[in-house]
């Protein structure tokens, strides 16, 4: 073990001294009257800081933002997703056909396309991929892609064409193809375990994409290298070939300051999760920040029906209007967390405004309490029958000043007589915790993906189940309505039903006071003055391909 | 001989009831790491698909088999594998000890010369007016949180004055700011325990006798001094290895440093069972590793302590 050290960090310093030596040149190399503005500069490595480590590089289960860094950088997709207008537009497939039920899907393949790996990328590969990410494989720990719904085989029509078969209409396939979850790998990787798409293994994770991994030093950096042949970007994206890019250093630095002091003092260029409390510095400095938006199901606070206390509407409808959310978007947040209008961002699909159910009126909210029969009791806090009003919501470790969101919401909700209690727990804790709807009684969360499919995906009770309306214990489900509202947007195979489908489900979420969408929720990106051409895709994962520094 | 052979059976059998103790206890935890991955609720995934996944890992099979297959395991030298990300425990940990190695066996000799320094600086009867500063810079220094230090220096020395980097360093240069934290809060009580006894051998009556036959103080103080008061404050530093892996949790999570500090941070959060009881493990191991070689090089510092350990009699 001593004895691979010194080798370890010789070649460290050396593979260091070599990548400095690549930033050294790049801009010599080029026109200096292009650098700071217009014609992208190629060469240099981009130092891009990572809140935490990746977890696995399996795209099916590669939803964790960490992974999207590499996952997006790394693997090409079939479709590729305007980020802007959410359209579907050609990338590896060239061109698609759906059926009228959307049980049948039929992709034309580019064929000049190859693995990093040097084999092709062709029907039989990519059959073998959504073979795999749609039926999943519990022995090696392989498991269905969440976007991929009623999927049964796949069919090789010729080398660049392949059909896929589906038992039931599948209408959010299509937009599935686009999503980091479905990201392209070689058949050589398609053969691996769970344990070999874990940090570790990396390097030998195989995909199409502009970059490959490199590098890796497991839970601290992984280095992405640009592929000098790439030559299959998405037609309608602005850069074609390779990427501008010689290297990408992903270096993972989970303290906050840290990372804000890195990029202002020179030492990173670009970073992932600046704080709210941070944008102010970060702005102050002339640096840029990004905020795109995750669009899907907003930042939001489950009410479960399935608690004995929120089993009654008036309860729920009581705590939405005891909540002034402008206040904890104001206090908490900055104007990059645009106030929530519906369970929905406005940026969804299918989006429908429902503001009107959610309006701050703390005294409607009294009237709705003494109605249910909440009276006032000993310290402020209502009671009946002898028991107190107390609600227990989870801190989300995973969403933004999620912590003090709550605290806030916590003081609001106790001048009506509400006592919301905020469980900060361990994660084994919190994940038994939230699987039982008398132990936590509102559920704070959000999911992102650019599809109608989203809504489903968060509340149906085979998914995210976040109402808990799919009892665990006894199997019993709580709204049946819900159930075939959500299903109903799942399986409709008619664009235009689908969106009427959608809202729908946004409006019976609302009128039955179900949740409390909080705000629409970003990703806030650090970058220096001398990072252009700064991408997101469809949910705010980071694009490196059209980058370039100006320096 | 015989005594190394004690120590040797000693040592395995702390390790044994250290793995069974943390087995144990990471059992008894609420939830398990398999839970907070699949169920929760990232994925997706049906409650069909995630019993299928569960019996795959066989998390369900019950607590006197898997102690058995996991004790085997171990003494294989086989840990399992990670269940938050499915990378080997033994390549998680040959990966970082290395980093931890350097940053914590550095920190700690820095410690000692700092203490060393602290120590025979305010004893030594020139620097008088040095004396009452420098020895009251150790109770300062021990109330100095190892992560207010780590975000100071990396503000202040890397962000600020830019004389190291931080993000991408060299092998050298990432390694002196991490040293500094690590090895300032550390060296506190190390001085304390040294000027104590400094204090309490010069007191003793065969000074009194080398001073009378005409040795100057510094003399005293580097020949008859050092050595005796050496012996508590390598106990103590024996028994700061706590604080040691303690501060690099914290220093690794400051300077995004990869190390066995970090895999635990980790682990704690993902409730990683299998990285857990590795990290206890090895931490049991290093420290009675490291009780070993201190009680080992008492008999060399002391001969008193030689001659009874030749004769078998506990030191």
Not at chain 1, 24 to 33: E, V
Not at chain 1, 226 to 233: E, F, T
Request: glycine letters at 8%.
């Amino acid at each position: 073990m001593s004895a691979t050290f010194p080798t370890r960090s010789a070649a460290a310093t050396a593979a260091a001294l070599a990548l400095l030596a690549l930033t050294a040149c790049a801009p010599a190399a080029s026109d200096p009257a292009a650098s700071g503005s217009g014609e992208p500069v190629e060469g240099g490595t981009l130092v891009y800081l990572e809140h935490q480590a990746h977890t696995t590089l399996y795209p099916p289960s590669a939803g964790f933002y960490p992974n999207g860094g590499i996952v997006n950088n790394v693997f090409d997709r079939l479709v590729w997703q305007d980020p802007e207008s959410l359209e579907l537009k050609p990338w590896i497939a060239t061109d698609w056909e759906v059926n009228a039920d959307a049980t049948e899907y039929t992709f034309d393949l580019r064929d000049d396309v190859t693995f990093s790996d040097g084999t092709p990328l062709d029907a039989e590969v990519v059959a073998k991929n959504f073979d795999l990410f749609g039926l999943g494989d519990p022995e090696r720990g392989l498991t269905v892609s969440e976007a991929i719904n009623n999927y049964e085989r796949s069919e090789v029509v010729d080398a660049d064409t392949v059909t896929f078969h589906f038992t039931a209409p599948s209408p959010g396939f299509l937009q599935a193809t686009s999503t980091n979850n479905s990201g392209l790998l070689s058949a050589a990787t398609l053969d691996f375990t769970l344990e070999q798409f874990a940090p570790g293994n990396s390097a030998e994770v195989i995909g199409s994409g502009p970059f490959t991994i490199t590098d890796e030093e497991i839970g601290s950096a992984v280095t992405l290298t640009a592929r000098d042949d790439y030559d299959w970007a998405p037609p309608d994206r602005d850069h074609q070939g390779r990427a501008h890019l010689d290297a990408v250093q992903i270096r993972v630095t989970p303290e906050d300051s840290v990372r804000v002091g890195a990029l202002l003092s020179g030492q990173a260029d670009y970073i992932r999760y600046v704080e709210a409390q941070d944008e102010a510095q970060v702005d102050a400095a002339g640096f840029a920040v990004y905020a795109p938006q995750t669009g899907g199901v907003n930042n939001h606070l489950s009410l479960r029906p399935g608690s004995e206390i929120l089993s009654d509407i008036r309860v729920r409808q009581a705590l939405i209007a005891g909540i002034d959310r402008q206040q904890v978007v104001d206090t908490i947040y900055t104007d990059r967390y645009p106030l929530a209008t519906s369970i929905l961002s406005s940026s969804a699909q299918g989006y429908v405004d429902t503001s009107d159910a959610l309006a701050y009126d703390p005294e409607r909210a009294e009237t709705l309490l003494e109605e249910a029969g909440w009276v006032e009791g000993a310290h402020g806090i209502r009671e009946k029958d002898g028991k107190q009003l107390t609600l227990v919501v989870n801190e989300s470790a995973p969403q933004p000043r999620s912590f003090e969101a709550l605290t806030l919401i916590s003081q609001q909700l106790k001048t009506i007589g509400v006592d919301l209690q905020i469980l900060k727990a361990d994660a084994g804790s919190a994940a038994e915790a939230v699987r039982d709807v008398e132990q936590v009684q509102v559920y704070h969360s959000m999911v992102a993906r650019a599809d109608l499919d989203v809504i489903k995906s968060q509340f149906f009770s085979q998914n995210r189940n976040a109402l808990l309306n799919l009892d665990y214990d006894d199997g019993t489900i709580a709204d049946a309505q819900l159930e075939e509202l959500l299903q109903a947007v799942a399986s409709e195979a008619d664009p235009a039903q689908r969106i009427a489908e959608s809202q729908e489900a946004q409006r019976y979420l609302a009128d039955q006071a179900y949740v409390v969408p909080l705000f629409e929720e970003p990703q806030v990106y650090g970058a220096a003055p001398r990072v252009h051409g700064v991408t997101f895709e469809s949910v705010a994962r980071p694009s490196f391909y059209e980058i370039w520094l100006a320096d | 001989m015989r005594y190394l052979a004690r120590r040797a059976g000693q040592a395995a059998i702390v390790l044994l009831a250290a793995f069974t103790g943390a087995f144990l206890l990471l059992q008894a935890l609420p939830g398990d790491a398999l839970m907070i991955k699949y169920e929760n609720p990232e994925l997706g995934l049906s409650p069909q698909q995630i019993a299928e996944v569960r019996e795959r890992f066989g998390v369900d099979t019950p607590l006197p088999v898997q102690y058995v297959h996991t004790l085997l395991g171990f003494a294989a030298g086989d840990f399992g594998y990670s269940l938050q990300t499915g990378t080997p425990v033994r390549q998680l940990l040959a990966e970082a000890l290395p980093h931890t190695l350097a940053l914590g066996g550095i920190a700690l000799v820095a410690a000692v010369l700092l203490a060393a320094a602290i120590a025979f600086g305010s004893s030594l009867p020139r620097l008088r007016w040095l004396r009452d500063l420098l020895r009251s810079v150790p109770p300062l220094v021990v109330s100095i949180p190892t992560f207010w230090l780590g975000i100071m220096l990396v503000q202040v020395v890397s962000f600020q004055l830019g004389w190291v980097s931080v993000i991408a360093p060299g092998p050298v240069e990432g390694l002196i700011l991490p040293v500094i934290t690590l090895a300032v809060p550390l060296s506190a009580p190390l001085a304390q325990i040294l000027v104590r006894s400094i204090d309490d051998v010069a007191a003793q009556p065969f000074v009194a006798v080398v001073r009378a036959r005409g040795a100057t103080p510094a003399w005293i103080l580097g020949r008859n001094v050092a050595k005796n008061a050496i012996l508590p404050t390598l106990t103590m530093a024996g028994l700061l290895l706590g604080d040691l892996i303690g501060g690099a949790v914290l220093t690794e999570t400051v300077f995004g440093r990869p190390g066995i500090g970090r895999i635990t941070e980790q682990a704690v959060g993902q409730q990683d069972i299998p990285v857990l009881l590795a990290v206890v493990v090895l931490a049991a191991a290093s420290f009675v590793v490291v009780n070993l070689v201190v009680d080992l090089l008492y008999p060399v510092l002391d001969p008193r302590l030689a001659a009874r350990a030749r004769e078998g009699v506990p030191a």
